[in-house]
């Protein structure tokens, strides 16, 4: 059966999904008949309800936005009930905001190791634990939690990054387990380093940290490992 016919009709939230491959996610989803709900920052709303107007007229899907603070429990369990009151169910959710800062860990400022395990792995689970009793519910269920190859490997000046991620791999498999005879399935895609703002936007603090020019970071640091020796595209295509 065509991941269309499978998708059409349901209800998906995707965190993170104003940009880079949440967005990519969500536009996937709706292309596949999904209804959807946006999630980011409310910074720059007429450039959000733009996108969120043209991804329904494009897939013929309804398309809603939340601005949740992910650091705020309240505030996520308020969205996954909005968006199952939006569209009269909630079938999939995929946990895939995330935040970074690059710097030694004796330097690492309190604020931003809260901040990034806060946004990354507590909404992960305060938004599965909000999500589920719907799945469960419906006897259907799909969780997909961003998990980056940093949930598999470390790298150095990122610990609280490389801690989060590492704890939504052992939070996904545990929630794998106490569902898996429900028809709710909860899985980790780990994506290598992706060509989105939040990869950007760490280039120059980690060529300053390892006193290397940026070019050597793109080709020495973060393309090492890749076999292709190029950045991940954020674009999603489903595969049988």
Known sequence: MAANAILKGKAALVTGSTQGIGLAMLKALASAGCNVTMHGIPNDMDKIQGLCKQISKDNGVEVTFSGANLLQPAEIRDMVRGTHSAFGRLDI??????????????????????????????????????????????????IVNTGSMHALVASPFKSAYNAAKHGVAGFTKTVALEVATKNVTVNAICPGYTDTDLVRNQIADTARIRGIPVESVIRDVLLADQPSKKFVRPEVRFML
């Open 93 to 142: 959710l995929v946990n895939n905001a995330g935040i970074q800062f690059v710097a030694p860990v004796h330097e690492l400022p309190d604020e931003k190791w809260d901040a990034i395990l806060g946004v990354i792995l507590s909404s992960t689970f305060h938004a599965t634990k909000a999500a589920l009793p719907y799945m469960l519910e419906q006897g259907w269920g799909r």
